[in-house]
């Protein structure tokens, strides 16, 4: 079947404008999350999704950063009055199940955010 | 990072060495992953060990874990020029809302 994928691959906004970015999960995994990979950095956790649980949403940057999933489909990351600082790779990766499993992350090839 | 470290942050070998990098945590995990991302394949998931567990292996890789120190190795043996790369080690805070990647080795393995 398909990975995970996301959309748009590349994203070029004005500081202030909103963006909104789109991650398609693998069919069938009940987790998703997402992170942010600042240029030659590690990844930083944002956000993650657990069936129909609410997400905790404290890892979030700011209030800025808002994430939506609908069912255990699709889900976006909106950037609202985007910041230079902003600017990243937005990473999204799926898995079977999360939780105490923890199960091994698949990721989709990210979009790279530029905030001119 | 405030939730753990690897070192070393760069390593640079010869085809055929072998490579070895180091994870530390701070908190309690139920089991941790390798994570290997080039520009070329993204992200790629390369072996998970359990809590419980202390070595593992899969194929050239082979990867401890020292719950009492919280740290782990993975060592790449006979190492080629298509493992070039950064490796990133992951877990889950002990209540699993969170996840953290570690800051990462970038390895250069020399033809």
């Known amino acids: 079947g398909a990975g995970v994928s996301q959309s748009p691959s590349n994203k070029v906004t004005e500081k202030g404008k909103d963006v909104e970015l789109r991650c398609d999960p693998i069919?069938?995994?009940?987790?998703l999350y997402w992170y942010r990979q600042r240029l030659g950095q590690g990844l930083e956790f944002l956000i993650y999704?657990?069936?129909?649980?609410?997400?905790?949403k404290s890892g979030l940057p700011s209030d800025r950063f808002s994430a939506e999933r609908t069912g255990e489909s699709v889900s976006t990351l909106t950037i609202q009055r985007t910041q230079q600082e902003d600017s990243a790779v937005y990473l999204c990766?799926?898995?079977?199940?999360?939780?105490?499993?923890?199960?091994?992350?698949?990721f989709g090839p990210g979009t790279r955010l530029t905030v001119l | 990072s405030q939730q753990g470290e690897e070192d070393p942050q760069a390593l640079s070998i010869q085809e055929g060495e072998n490579a070895t990098m180091n994870c530390s945590y701070k908190?309690?995990?139920?089991?941790l992953q390798w994570y290997r991302q080039n520009s070329g394949r993204g992200l790629v998931h390369l072996i998970l060990?359990?809590?419980?567990?202390r070595e593992k292996h899969s194929g050239r890789l082979r990867v401890t874990l020292d719950t009492s120190k919280k740290s782990s190795s993975l060592l790449i043996t006979a190492s080629r020029a298509a493992d070039t790369a950064s490796y990133f080690c992951?877990?889950?805070?002990?209540?699993?809302?969170?996840?953290?990647f570690g800051s990462g080795t970038k390895l250069n393995v020399k033809p």
């Open positions: 990766a799926s898995s079977l199940s999360g939780g105490l499993a923890f199960d091994t992350q698949y």
């Open positions: 069919s069938g995994h009940t987790a």
């Open positions: 999704f657990q069936g129909n649980s609410a997400p905790d």
């Open positions: 908190t309690s995990i139920n089991n």
């Open positions: 060990i359990r809590s419980n567990e």
């Open positions: 992951a877990w889950a805070l002990y209540n699993f809302n969170k996840f953290y």
